[in-house]
């Protein structure tokens, strides 16, 4: 019997916010300065307040004081009320400050940045290493003065920024931290210029789908959100939460979730909409990151990522460009009544709940127009894709 001990390979810890298979290379809270640079200033409107409370307590007794001493008596008495309540309130804004902090979290993978916040309701900012455009420090009067800073990062084309790590310690070293591992990233090779992801947005009946397949007959990959939602819809888990939240009405005679029936639930209740997309989101997010990966890996020409609610899920922070697919409202009309047995009411309806189309149309980086046959769609498509991954090599 051999002496020789068995090889123990060892096992990365999996991080709760980093996607499978990425490394950790960042993992952070604020600094505890942070409860004090947020506190301090949530404090000063309601210690105002008070303040000017105590200086008409204080008129008071000093102007009537000597003829009416029981009214200068009453004011003292409310004098020491302010002085509790403006006590409180400055306790109570440091406190939610605290909670604040301790729900924030800063963390950086080996292809991604991700900040998360957000006490009664959490939201998570993700922006890919090789998206990275613009990053800067920022630093207010009492960050100076606590020596922190805030740090900011956005990709190419956006008009704000799409992460935000607020009250950082030594700033500039996190900084230069994080410009680094992005040069490192675009030195790599295996960056969008290879494999763009493109996200379409556009309309309902604009031809999304439509658009997607010219996509993939030209070479690309294509993420199916709407798919995806399904695959998510029919886990157990997720019809035992859905089911908790509204009832056995929601599922079908096969005892599966009911897509209208769950539509109708969240068009009309923006908070019930909100909560479903707090729950099937992170879960499609992750499906769809798997399949860029493979994608990559397989060398498809790009990744397209057809999701109804690209820009309100934040998923354009995931993309290469974005592209608007423009179409007049009579040819969408005529497509959605033909295809899905829907009026201009119900186009309406679903758009309301959506960003309006000006709005999609101002932040995508590309348009395309789809008012005629496929033929030409496909024309255009096929031009568009080579503006793409020229654009991305250049800005790489």
Sequence with gaps: MSGSLPQVRRVEPVHPLAPPGER?????????WYILVKGIPDALPGIGVMIGFWLTQLAVVATVGVLDPAL???????????????????????????LDWFCRRYVMTEARLIALRGVIRTVRFDLPLRRVQHLAVTRSLLERIFGVGTIAAASAGTGEHEIVWRS??????????????????????????????IGVVGGVGAGKSAVARAFEKHGCVVSDS?????????????????????????????????????????????????RLEALVHPLVRESREELVRRAQAAGAKGVVVDAPLLFEAGVDAECDAVVFIE?????????????????????????????????????SDHVLINNGTLDELESRVAKLLATIRKHCRDRA
């Design 168 to 197: 950082v310690a030594r700033p500039n070293e996190a900084l230069g931290a994080i410009r680094k591992r992005v040069d490192e990233v675009a030195r790599r090779g295996d960056g969008p210029d290879l494999v763009p992801v």
């Design 72 to 98: 200068a008596a009453a004011a003292v008495v409310w004098l020491g009320y302010g002085v509790v309540l403006g006590a409180i309130y400055a306790a109570a804004r440091l406190l939610w400050a605290g």
């Design 226 to 274: 709407d798919k995806a939602v399904r695959e998510v819809l029919a886990r157990p888990e997720v019809v035992d939460t859905l089911v908790g939240w509204w009832g056995e009405g929601i599922l079908d005679s096969e005892k599966r979730v009911d897509r209208k029936k769950v539509a109708d639930v969240v068009f009309k209740e923006p908070y019930e909409r909100r």
């Design 327 to 363: 179409a007049t409202r009579s040819v969408r009309l005529g497509r959605v009544r033909e295809h899905r047995g829907w009026d201009a009411g119900e186009i309406d309806r679903r758009e309301k709940a959506q960003m309006p189309l000006e709005e999609k149309r101002r932040r």
């Design 24 to 32: 950790v290379v960042h993992d952070a809270r604020p600094s505890p």
